[in-house]
């Protein structure tokens, strides 16, 4: 990992109100790192109400600046597991990297619509081909983001061989989206919902029910060959976080000061935002769809069945 990257840690024992086990219990430490956000608020619970330190665990989060240099540490064998989005690991096991998925993250679903497909308040679109021949952006030309508007204008009546996709930050996007320099782009809470409040953009459609009504979007991964030699260690992670994710899931309002610590946002736009859910069983079925509109859309060179990313 390159170590000009920015890199901080939130373990047990940086809370004062949580006191670190003693070392003679012989906690098994499990670095978990990458980007972090409200999306690994589970894991801030566990850490802080010391559910993995009674499953004989010493869990920390480990920030770094992307999933690709998350999944890069844990490949050279820096950390044991990474944050990171789903096409980072299709594209990584179709080139023979041994990585797997170990845990489930974020889970997108219309009930829960965290990210929304916006443009400028005063633009006359509404349909799919209303978009033909458009400038839309995101922060990867091939992440989710730009998979999910090509599959919805598709679905809703345009060509998406014939947008444009330039690269901006997700800080930028609302802003180009407003001065009328791109014509639509997915935004994300907590800016979705500012930007829908200040009036700055509107939302045209919910872009990942295009690729899925229900479909993972993120993922935790590990180096295949440490999780199969630290399997009951793994199995206790998954079950600490399967436990924590279950609460924090149906506890959003209680929970929000936990959100605001952990990633600064204000407790007030934290209430406001729509939360993230984790999923708390490794289903291949979550994936799957995922796979193949990439393959469909070229972001992966080929298809292949879920059930050979996911650790079991």
């Known amino acids: 990992m390159r170590r000009t990257e920015a890199i901080s840690t939130?373990?047990?024992?940086?809370?004062?109100?949580?006191?670190?086990?003693?070392?003679?219990q012989q906690l098994e430490v499990v670095r978990i790192v990458g980007p972090?956000?409200?999306?690994?608020?589970?894991?801030?619970?566990?850490?802080?109400?010391g559910m993995f330190a009674r499953a004989g665990l010493d869990v920390s989060l480990v920030r770094v600046t992307s999933g690709a240099v998350a999944t890069e540490a844990v490949i050279t064998g820096a950390y044991e597991i990474g944050i990171t989005n789903v096409l980072a690991v299709f594209s990584g096991h179709l080139r023979g990297i041994p990585i797997a998925i170990v845990a489930p993250g974020i889970v997108n679903t219309a009930r829960n619509p965290n990210a929304q497909l916006q443009v400028a308040a005063d633009a006359p679109y509404k349909t799919g081909a209303d978009l033909n021949g458009k400038i839309a952006a995101s922060p990867g030309l091939g992440d989710i983001n730009s998979l999910a508007t090509r599959a919805w204008v598709d679905k809703n009546g345009g060509d998406s061989h014939t947008l444009k996709f330039v690269e901006i930050p997700n800080v930028a996007l609302e802003a180009a989206l407003a001065q009328h320099r791109i014509d639509a782009a997915v935004l994300q809470s907590p800016v979705l919902e500012a930007s829908i409040a200040s009036g700055a953009t509107k939302t045209i459609g919910?872009?990942?029910?295009?690729?899925a009504p229900l479909f993972m979007g993120g993922a935790y991964v590990g180096r295949r060959d440490w999780?199969?030699?630290?399997?009951?260690?793994?199995?206790?992670?998954?079950?600490?976080?399967?436990?924590a994710t279950t609460y924090i899931n149906a506890h959003f309002t209680e929970t929000a000061p936990l959100v605001a610590e952990l990633t600064q946002i204000t407790l007030d736009n934290t209430a406001k935002m729509h939360r993230?859910?984790?999923?708390?069983?490794?289903?291949?079925?979550?994936?799957?769809?995922?796979?193949?509109?990439?393959?469909k859309y070229g972001t992966i060179p080929q298809a292949f069945s879920a059930r050979e990313i996911v650790w079991t």
């Open 10 to 24: 939130i373990a047990a024992g940086s809370s004062a109100a949580l006191a670190r086990p003693a070392r003679a």
């Open 36 to 49: 972090i956000s409200e999306a690994q608020t589970h894991i801030y619970y566990a850490i802080k109400t």
């Open 206 to 211: 919910y872009a990942y029910g295009a690729i």
């Open 227 to 243: 999780a199969d030699q630290h399997a009951a260690t793994m199995r206790r992670v998954a079950r600490v976080m399967a436990e």
């Open 276 to 295: 993230t859910i984790n999923g708390t069983i490794l289903d291949p079925a979550l994936l799957q769809p995922v796979i193949d509109v990439a393959a």
